[in-house]
């Protein structure tokens, strides 16, 4: 209950402060809004960019298949394929 009439009573003030300093308060907005702008970008580019880096590493590092593994892998397979044939037949 308390923090109800607290609000109505901020907002009651807020208003008469309002009506009250309205050029200073549009004074102060016209400021703050192209800061608030030009730091929304500066962070916007700032992100943008070290998600690109992100993305430069990860081509860059993305390992080489060699032909010598590729051999090595096919023939592990066909060894697992010959030893699930001999497991099947038991």
Do not use: H, N, R
């Not at 308390?2 to 309002?18: H, M, N």
């Not at 009250?20 to 943008?48: E, N, S």
């Not at 592990?76 to 010959?82: A, D, G, S, V």
């Amino acid at each position: 209950m308390k923090t109800l009439i607290g609000g109505a009573v901020a907002a009651v003030l807020g208003l008469i402060g309002l009506s009250v300093w309205w050029k200073p308060f549009l004074q102060i907005l016209a400021g703050a809004i192209p800061i608030m702008l030009l730091l929304g970008g500066c962070l916007a580019l700032y992100l943008g960019f070290d998600e690109l880096k992100d993305t430069w590493k990860k081509t860059e590092s993305a390992p080489e298949e060699k032909e010598e593994d590729v051999d090595k892998y096919k023939a592990e397979i066909k060894e697992l394929k010959q030893e699930i044939e001999s497991l099947k037949k038991a």
